[in-house]
């Protein structure tokens, strides 16, 4: 018994010391938030302070040390994080990662980022550069005097290279092309037209629908219908990550503005909400920056100096939704069966532009290089052999290879600017980008501007891949920044983005704008009528979870069961239910499910099994389907309702309602037990944080958190089909701004400030946001925040 207790007492001093070994090992990297220290490359003292939830104020005395400061804070924090995006845009992940991300980085390669980023630098303004430079002093100085490196890079056995400006633009064309709607949607229709044929294509393929409201309330003037495509496309489906660093496939953000006429206060109200995938850690960094003639607070893209789309700088609020225009196009090019270095075009063969790129690869301790050829037509790189169902021979033209990456000028002058002019004038140098920013000030106003550099094609929509050869759906030049749609003081004293459509726009824009959540605004606004808009009213509406697609459809669902008692519980929940999808909801279980049925039952018989899985299923397509089912709904005996695959029976829309009712209580029954109570939303839908190392160290990643919404909500909750019903997108950083008291302002970025484990910033704000709350910016009082860290030069 002695040795017993003996060795009992050894093993609790182990674990003891195990866990503090452990807990002193992650801690050593959290930074101090009180304290001086002295950094070499300041001019003046900076005081940096920091509120209860690591949401840095920094106060300099000139904008050069502003930067400074804001890269070596943004540093202490996120430098893991920078780093991957720093080795993505480069094409440099493998250099870390080995054979795993090979296939990524000979994408990234081809497409050329980093090379862009390079050309590119010399032709922004002379302040951005100076941000930028001041940016990079900071990082490095970060790394010259770092004790204890962010611990990824202990358990990875690699340490970060040196920050180069250039690597802040390459960030910033990185989040560009991850907003671009077509560079998968384009492909998947493609195949669709060569597997579907036109009459279906010509069905699926989508475009505003004339019910759903624009922001103008002008029609859309954009007529459907792009059919060109007579080759043969890819034969797989894809699955390679393409938005790495940046997962943001599917953003269904908003932003809601109202002016002074339509306030308790007199003044303006503000509400934006960027609704993307989550990361861990958070995609955006909140901050305050106060030096020289800048006083703004927002989110922080890590890596790039200033504001990113979201910020208020006390003369205005603003906010960015996804633009979704079609700026990137895919062309067939002919190649030279004699010389494969050449391709044809109306004038004859023409030589590719030839560029010899270099992959790094680790292997073990070592670094192999490997040689990468990139060969360019005058559409641009030809991306065939390194992007998954890309057909034969394709060459892919994106606007943000044809222009300079000027998009880090329009985004630093917007932190400066005071009023709607030069907010405009601001946005008229982000070009690549591809948003819908909300504007509403101090003033009383409201406005909002498109950023975008829309292609001006001699024919076609680029919807599908082209013929490159002809020179007949070539690009002319871009749609001047005079002609994007904006709107100043709307007649309405209101307006909100919900991704849907301007509207008064004759040139075509896009086939991929949102219209649910419009509609849901639309009506909760009618509703509202005279009633003036307070700051707790606006907060309910960004939080609303009310669903229009379960207000069209569960009345159907309803009325077709009713006499089949085998679908008895799917007609209880449904009877009388709110159409909310609340966490504590299960009837908003069943219809999402129900839902995601509905459209597969309808559409897999006429585009097959294939594409519907692993293409029209997808939720980042989700509007595709939703969009055709919408417009079919009322239409009982529609043709897309009649099942292929029984020819001896002929199928109407109740028959399907059913059938889809059918697999969704088996589904759940199955995956969650026979009783309803056990399928409540909150149960099923939940938000994951895994961090980019969680899969090897899973203690890094979070517990899942239940959270309202879905695909059709205002408070959106998009959901994976293939994981039911792990959430995969949400309000990834919210503000709202009270202009009649500023010190009610709040923000919010999940799950926390801190990229290290063990911080206590590290996820303290999941839980806020998934409750729908947010923290205090403390715009006005920020100085007096207790926690203090004095930087002196």
């Given at each position: 018994m002695?040795?017993?207790?003996?060795?009992?007492?050894?093993?609790?001093?182990?674990?003891?010391?195990?866990?503090?070994?452990?807990?002193?090992?992650?801690?050593?990297?959290?930074?101090?938030?009180?304290?001086?220290?002295?950094?070499?490359?300041?001019?003046?003292?900076?005081?940096?302070?920091t509120d209860d939830h690591g949401v840095p104020h920094i106060f300099a005395q000139n904008r050069e040390d502003l930067y400074f400061a804001q890269g070596y804070i943004v540093a202490?924090?996120?430098?893991?994080?920078?780093?991957?995006t720093r080795l993505a845009g480069r094409g440099e992940l493998s250099s870390v990662f080995g054979e795993r991300t090979l296939e990524k980085?000979?994408?990234?390669?081809?497409?050329?980022?980093?090379?862009?980023?390079v050309k590119s630098y010399p032709s922004l303004l002379p302040e951005t550069r100076e941000a930028i430079e001041a940016f990079t002093r900071g990082v490095n100085k970060y790394l010259d005097t770092v004790e204890v490196l962010p611990r990824e890079y202990f358990f990875l056995k690699t340490r970060p290279r040196p920050w180069a400006p250039e690597d802040s633009v390459a960030c910033a064309m990185l989040m560009s092309y991850s907003l671009t709607r077509s560079k998968k949607v384009d492909l998947l229709m493609t195949k669709l037209l060569d597997q579907a044929g036109p009459e279906l294509f010509e069905m699926i393929l989508p475009s505003y629908p004339d019910f759903a409201p624009t922001l103008t309330g002008k029609g859309t003037g954009q007529a459907s219908g792009d059919l060109t495509w007579t080759g043969k496309a890819a034969a797989g489906t894809g699955t390679m990550d393409l938005d790495f660093p940046y997962p943001m496939d599917i953003a269904a953000s908003n932003w809601m503005?109202?002016?002074?006429?339509?306030?308790?206060?007199?003044?303006?109200?503000?509400?934006?909400?960027?609704?993307?995938?989550?990361?861990?850690?958070?995609?955006?960094?909140?901050?305050?920056?106060?030096?020289?003639?800048?006083?703004?607070?927002?989110?922080?893209?890590?890596g790039v100096p200033g504001m990113g789309p979201l910020g208020f700088n006390g003369h205005f609020a603003y906010s960015a939704v996804n633009g979704r225009g079609d700026e990137l196009d895919y062309f067939i090019e002919k190649i030279n069966p004699d010389n494969p270095d050449q391709y044809l075009t109306e004038d004859g063969y023409r030589d590719f532009r030839i560029i010899e790129e270099t992959l790094h690869v680790k292997s073990g301790d070592k670094i192999d290089t490997r040689p990468?050829?990139?060969?360019?037509?005058?559409?641009?790189?030809?991306?065939?052999?390194?992007?998954?169902?890309?057909?034969?021979?394709?060459?892919?033209?994106?606007?943000?290879?044809?222009?300079?990456?000027?998009?880090?000028?329009?985004?630093?002058?917007?932190?400066?600017?005071?009023?709607f002019d030069q907010f405009r004038k601001a946005l008229s140098r982000v070009r690549t980008i591809n948003l819908n920013i909300g504007y509403a000030d101090r003033e009383g106003n409201i406005g909002w501007q498109f950023t975008a550099a829309p292609p001006l094609r001699k024919s076609g929509k680029g919807s599908v891949a082209r013929p490159g050869w002809t020179g007949?759906?070539?690009?002319?030049?871009?749609?001047?920044?005079?002609?994007?749609?904006?709107?100043?003081?709307?007649?309405?004293?209101?307006?909100?983005?919900?991704?849907?459509?301007?509207?008064?726009?004759?040139?075509?824009?896009?086939?991929?704008?949102?219209?649910?959540?419009?509609?849901?605004?639309?009506?909760?606004?009618e509703k509202q009528a005279d009633k003036p808009i307070d700051f707790h009213r606006l907060r309910e509406l960004q939080l609303d979870t009310g669903s229009t697609v379960a207000q069209r459809w569960a009345p159907m669902v309803v009325a077709a069961c009713r006499k089949d008692p085998d679908l008895a519980p799917a007609v209880k929940l449904l009877s009388g239910w709110d159409y909310k999808i609340e966490t504590d909801s299960s009837a908003a279980t069943l219809f999402n499910y129900f839902y995601l049925e509905m459209t597969g039952e309808t559409l897999v018989d006429e585009v097959g099994e294939e594409l519907w899985k692993k293409g029209l299923r997808r939720e980042y397509l989700y509007y595709i389907p939703d969009l055709l089912l919408s417009r079919i709904a009322m239409e009982t005996d529609h043709p897309l309702y009649d099942d292929r695959r029984t020819p001896q029976l002929k199928e109407n829309r109740d028959?399907?309602?059913?059938?889809?009712?059918?697999?969704?209580?088996?589904?759940?029954?199955?995956?969650?037990?026979?009783?309803?109570?056990?399928?409540?939303w909150?149960?099923?839908?939940?938000?994951?944080?895994?961090?980019?190392?969680?899969?090897?160290?899973?203690?890094?990643?979070?517990?899942?958190?239940?959270?309202?919404?879905?695909?059709?909500?205002?408070?959106?909750?998009?959901?994976?089909?293939?994981?039911?019903?792990?959430?995969?997108?949400?309000?990834?950083?919210?503000?709202?701004?009270?202009?009649?008291?500023?010190?009610?302002?709040?923000?919010?970025?999940?799950?926390?400030?801190?990229?290290?484990?063990?911080?206590?910033?590290?996820?303290?704000?999941?839980?806020?946001?998934?409750?729908?709350?947010?923290?205090?910016?403390?715009f006005l009082t920020g100085r007096d925040l207790p926690n203090l860290l004095a930087l002196l030069p």
């Open positions: 002695k040795a017993v207790k003996i060795l009992l007492v050894v093993l609790a001093g182990v674990g003891i010391t195990g866990a503090a070994g452990f807990y002193f090992f992650f801690r050593a990297a959290v930074p101090e938030y009180n304290g001086t220290i002295h950094l070499k490359g300041l001019k003046e003292e900076v005081e940096v302070r202490r924090e996120r430098m893991f994080q920078m780093d991957m980085d000979r994408f990234l390669k081809t497409v050329g980022f980093y090379r862009h980023a503005l109202f002016s002074g006429a339509m306030t308790q206060s007199g003044k303006a109200l503000f509400a934006g909400s960027p609704d993307l995938s989550p990361t861990l850690p958070a995609l955006f960094y909140l901050m305050r920056l106060k030096g020289g003639d800048i006083d703004a607070a927002g989110g922080v893209l890590p990468l050829k990139v060969r360019i037509s005058r559409h641009g790189p030809m991306i065939s052999d390194v992007l998954p169902d890309a057909p034969a021979g394709c060459a892919m033209q994106w606007s943000a290879l044809d222009l300079p990456a000027g998009d880090i000028d329009g985004l630093i002058q917007l932190t400066r600017a005071e009023n007949e759906y070539d690009w002319t030049g871009f749609v001047p920044f005079e002609d994007l749609p904006f709107d100043y003081n709307p007649g309405s004293g209101y307006v909100a983005s919900f991704n849907n459509d301007p509207g008064g726009v004759s040139y075509h824009l896009t086939n991929f704008y949102l219209f649910e959540r419009a509609i849901r605004f639309k009506e909760i606004m028959d399907i309602i059913r059938r889809a009712a059918g697999k969704t209580l088996d589904f759940l029954s199955a995956g969650h037990g026979d009783a309803p109570g056990d399928w409540q909150g149960q099923v839908h939940q938000m994951a944080f895994d961090h980019p190392l969680g899969g090897k160290l899973p203690f890094l990643n979070l517990d899942p958190v239940p959270t309202h919404g879905s695909h059709h909500t205002i408070n959106s909750g998009f959901w994976n089909p293939d994981k039911p019903f792990s959430m995969s997108s949400g309000g990834v950083i919210r503000m709202m701004v009270d202009f009649s008291d500023i010190e009610r302002s709040t923000f919010i970025s999940p799950p926390g400030q801190s990229g290290h484990y063990l911080s206590p910033f590290y996820d303290d704000l999941a839980e806020t946001w998934a409750s729908g709350g947010q923290i205090p910016m403390h």
